[in-house]
């Protein structure tokens, strides 16, 4: 199993990115894809999360309205829409993966596949 995060970079507050998570070596759609961002200093927070299997979402209240989450199950991608960026969205933002029994929720601590991060940083 590996996934790969691609679109991180330097945006100026309010602009936008959109963050890729490449999955492969999944046998079935059976899991659930969560971003994950850790600031310095700070523990990991999960973002938002999607189920590849029944398509349902969980966004984080801290950016509920600025980022969506989305799949491209033909292209087995999930998406990571961020909007009006704010200087303290700057992080390290990961993908990761678990099985969908465990649905989305804002833990990080079940997903057992990770991405190796993709930096994004909002200058003020």
């Known amino acids: 199993v590996q996934l790969v995060e691609s679109g991180g970079g330097l945006v100026q507050a309010g602009g936008s990115l959109r963050l890729s998570c490449a999955a492969a070596g999944f046998t079935s759609n059976d899991y659930v894809i969560g971003w994950v961002r850790q600031a310095p200093g700070k523990a990991r927070a999960g973002v938002a999360c999607?189920?590849?299997?029944?398509?349902?979402?969980w966004i984080s209240n801290s950016v509920q309205g600025r980022f969506t989450v989305s799949s491209d199950n033909a292209k087995d991608t999930v998406y990571l829409q961020m909007n009006n960026l704010l200087p303290e969205d700057t992080a390290v933002y990961s993908c990761?993966?678990?099985?969908?029994?465990?649905?989305?929720?804002?833990?990080?601590?079940?997903?057992?596949?990770w991405g190796q991060g993709t930096q994004v940083t909002v200058s003020s």
């Open positions: 999607i189920s590849r299997s029944d398509g349902r979402t």
């Open positions: 990761a993966a678990a099985p969908a029994v465990y649905g989305c929720y804002p833990g990080t601590g079940h997903y057992d596949y």
